[in-house]
């Protein structure tokens, strides 16, 4: 019998004993194998109002500029058969430029930046691009293992257009040196899979003389739902 | 031409803030139907409760239909986020859905789940849930009851979600 725990090489196992918190809740029973399809329907139709303006410019909602590196992040959404994914609700959250969340949860002692809550939203245009500026985010130690520390990342979170293409996923640096000893991104089995989650540097996309470009293309599971012609 | 997809990954500890919708808990519909208040706890291997992590549901409207969109700035209809509170519990309230064997889709994202648990949540009889063909493969599992809410009066139904050994639920492969 095939390990159902792992129905796809290009996703994590639950259970990688790596990464600690997995260890209680990755579950062991057989996953049951649902008719194919089955969530490969129509899903929820965020209206469009529920993105404001300025929502995907990270950089704007301080007293003024938050500190770090600015960088000006862009990408296609698409799904497995390279079609466009429209007017799709993308949200992201990340740590500022000291490793360090707006969140009342992490005990990081790097600091706040009062000029940065690390959060942002925007829609898929009808050619599936997006658009955030930002600032790279900073790594931090986490608790894991000793001299533990997490990659600098931003995490997605993606809503397709089907329930089957529902995603969180966190998008990595090129030539991170903490890549190598991160257990959640080792969690992947296929490097290849791996490197799917590591934007590539593209300056011209970024601004000439004020922030850094970097390009990052998603790809979603299903393709049935995938609306035509629209 | 056929794309390779991106990995899963964890949603991590730190997301509530970002991923939290206003009145997430209460899904809203274009139809009048049945409210339904469906409210229990997600619990680890070992017993304790999961603080961090987050429920989304999608289901049929009331009369059995996909949605409409919703107008203006709204939520789209039908669709319910919510967080886990400090002892594991959730709470949504919605409209009883339609169909033979109502039910809402499940997805279940926290810190040490690196890909979101799929599952689904039957507010029907047991015997009806086993009928139901996307459960076909296990229909005879004593497991098939972690999938059915009991009702506890009012309106109300309580559902748990166990991750993990005795009681785990049953989680689908997608």
């Known amino acids: 019998m095939n390990d159902m725990t792992r129905p796809d090489a290009d ?15 990755s579950p062991r029973e057989p996953l049951l194998r649902i008719p194919a399809g089955t969530l490969d329907v129509p899903g929820p139709t965020v209206p469009q109002g ?3 303006s300025g929502d995907n410019d990270l950089t704007i909602h301080g007293s003024s500029a938050p500190l770090g590196e600015k960088m000006v992040l862009t990408g296609r959404l698409l799904d497995a058969e390279g079609r466009p994914i429209r007017r799709s609700l993308i949200e992201i959250w990340q740590a500022n430029a000291a490793g360090r969340y707006a969140h009342p949860g992490d005990r990081h002692e790097a600091p706040l930046d009062p000029n940065f809550t690390g959060m942002g939203r925007t ?28 990659p600098q990342h931003i995490h997605f979170s993606l809503l397709g257009n ?15 040196p903490l890549l190598a000893i991160d257990p959640i991104w080792n969690s992947v089995p296929d490097e290849a899979a791996r490197k799917r989650m590591v934007c590539g540097l593209a300056l011209e996309t ?16 299903g393709a049935r739902a995938t609306p035509l012609g629209i | 031409m056929a794309a390779r997809r991106t990995p899963s990954q964890t949603v991590g500890p730190f997301f509530h803030e970002a991923l939290r919708w206003k009145d997430g808990g209460n899904v809203t519909f274009a139809e009048a139907g ?23 549901t999608w289901q049929l409207s009331p009369l059995g239909k996909t949605h409409a969109p919703a107008a203006g700035n709204e939520r789209p209809h039908g669709f319910g986020r919510v967080e886990t509170g400090e002892d594991g519990s959730f709470r949504i309230e919605t409209s009883m859905p339609g169909g033979e064997a109502p039910c809402l889709e499940v997805a279940l994202f926290a810190r040490g789940l690196l890909k979101a648990l ?23 599992s004593p497991r098939v ?21 005795e009681g785990e639920t049953v989680f689908f492969a997608v």
Request: no cysteine.
């Open chain 1, 11 to 25: 996703d994590p196992p639950y259970l990688h004993p790596g990464y600690a918190s997995t260890l209680a809740r």
């Open chain 1, 50 to 52: 529920f993105v404001r």
């Open chain 1, 123 to 150: 829609f898929t245009d009808d050619e599936g691009r997006y658009r955030f500026v930002t600032v790279k985010p900073g790594a931090y130690p986490w608790k894991n293992h000793r001299f533990a520390w997490r």
């Open chain 1, 162 to 176: 089907a329930p089957v293409q529902r995603l969180v996923t966190q998008m990595y640096f090129p030539g991170d």
């Open chain 1, 206 to 221: 970024g601004i000439e003389e004020v922030a850094l470009g970097y390009v990052f293309d998603i790809v979603l599971g």
């Open chain 2, 34 to 56: 049945r409210r339904i208040v469906l409210a229990g706890r997600v619990i680890d291997g070992a017993g304790e409760p999961v603080a961090d992590a987050m429920i989304e």
């Open chain 2, 118 to 140: 799929r599952t689904r949540v039957y507010f029907a009889a047991e015997e009806r849930a086993r009928a139901d063909p996307v459960l076909h493969a296990m229909a005879g």
């Open chain 2, 145 to 165: 009851r972690t999938l059915v809410a009991q009702p506890a009066g009012d309106d109300r139904y309580r559902w748990d979600v166990r991750l993990q050994g």
